[in-house]
T-cell receptor, first 114, second 112 residues
Framework: DAGVIQSPRHEVTEMGQEVTLRCKPI?????LFWYRQTMMRGLELLIY????????DSGMPEDRFSAKMPNASFSTLKIQPSEPRDSAVYFC????????????FGSGTRLTVV | QKEVEQNSGPLSVPEGAIASLNCTYS??????FFWYRQYSGKSPELIMF????GDKEDGRFTAQLNKASQYVSLLIRDSQPSDSATYLC????????????FGGGTRVLVKP
């Protein structure tokens, strides 16, 4: 099992550019989560999907953020246009259904917007 | 707004001692909890899931749930320098449909 795979590991972009983060969940996991982590705000849930359907996007900070899950093995988080305050580590996590199943995190994408 | 609070630390512990971490929560409906460990620059990793039926031990880790006082604790026995990390608490809310909200984490430093 390769775990949750995120790409890229690091992204440096200029303000105003579009950024796309990618995630491949663990096969068989039917829930996928996007988190953002900063020193000031900790680990924040942005959006999550159950069976490829977005369930709760109340954590998405602005309309500049969007997420999709076109199939069970792939999800994207897009920021357009990016701003310096979007600089953070973005984690993707996946989970199987049922109480007690842990959330497995990917290695994260460190985004720096200059 | 459901709150999960943790002392940010750092909690400094001598090697071999017991580290005691607490997490308080505001939602009385929260009955079970995840504890995650996060090393600096790494992603969170699951170390414990405690159900509503009380204490749970796993190796040097013991999680304790006190529903009356609405807190859950994590004890690390025989602390090692490799235990130096941030420990994150998150209540599992079945009614929230898989949603997991983390506390701010407690940073633990184990000194040799």
């Amino acid at each position: 099992d390769a775990g949750v795979i995120q790409s890229p590991r690091h992204e440096v972009t200029e303000m105003g550019q579009e950024v796309t983060l990618r995630c491949k969940p663990i096969s068989g996991h039917n829930s996928l989560f996007w988190y953002r982590q900063t020193m000031m705000r900790g680990l924040e849930l942005l959006i999550y999907f159950n069976n490829n359907v977005p369930i709760d996007d109340s954590g998405m900070p602005e309309d500049r953020f969007s997420a999709k899950m076109p199939n069970a093995s792939f999800s994207t988080l897009k920021i357009q246009p990016s701003e310096p305050r979007d600089s953070a580590v973005y984690f993707c996590a996946s989970r199987a259904t049922g109480e007690g199943y842990g959330y497995t995190f990917g290695s994260g994408t460190r985004l720096t917007v200059v | 707004q459901k709150e999960v609070e943790q002392n940010s630390g750092p909690l400094s512990v001598p090697e071999g001692a017991i580290a005691s971490l607490n997490c308080t929560y505001s939602d009385r409906g929260s009955q079970s909890f995840f504890w995650y460990r996060q090393y600096s620059g790494k992603s969170p990793e699951l170390i414990m899931f405690i159900y509503s039926n009380g204490d749970k031990e796993d190796g040097r880790f013991t999680a304790q749930l006190n529903k009356a006082s609405q807190y859950v604790s994590l004890l690390i026995r025989d602390s090692q320098p490799s235990d130096s990390a941030t420990y994150l608490c998150a209540p599992y809310e079945k009614a929230a449909g898989n949603k997991l909200t983390f506390g701010g984490g407690t940073r633990v430093l184990v000194k040799p």
